[in-house]
């Protein structure tokens, strides 16, 4: 599976942001889907992940109630609503996918399929 991630911006503190993970290939609802940032000079962290049908989500405690990952399998793209963005929630962004279920891989870094990043900035 191929993944495009999108949406990335600049945005005030406070505002918001949606981004997109667009998967090529027939099978995308197979596919667990999690979201990953880096910031300049950090390792790469995860934000969320969700189950392959959407059933299941994953967050990491510093987005609770503020990020909402999501996924509409018609159209192959996962989402993550970003809200009450925050100058440390400056980063580029990745998109992973994985075949496994999301509880073996939820919270870590092991998804086998990654896309390109897309660069959010927050200024205060």
């Known amino acids: 599976v191929q993944l495009q991630a999108s949406g990335g911006g600049l945005v005030q503190a406070g505002g918001s942001l949606r981004l997109s993970c667009a998967a090529s290939?027939?099978?995308?609802?197979?596919?667990?889907v999690g979201w990953f940032r880096q910031a300049p000079g950090k390792e790469r962290e995860f934000v969320a992940a969700?189950?392959?049908?959407?059933?299941?989500?994953y967050y990491a405690e510093f987005v609770k109630g503020r990020f909402t990952i999501s996924r509409d399998n018609a159209k192959n793209t996962v989402y993550l609503q970003m809200n009450s963005l925050k100058p440390e929630d400056t980063a580029v962004y990745y998109c992973?996918?994985?075949?496994?279920?999301?509880?073996?891989?939820?919270?870590?870094?092991?998804?086998?399929?990654w896309g390109q990043g897309t660069l959010v900035t927050v200024s205060s």
């Open positions: 992973a996918a994985d075949p496994r279920s999301i509880t073996l891989v939820a919270g870590t870094d092991a998804f086998e399929y």
């Open positions: 969700i189950s392959r049908r959407g059933g299941s989500t």
């Open positions: 290939g027939r099978t995308f609802s197979s596919y667990a």
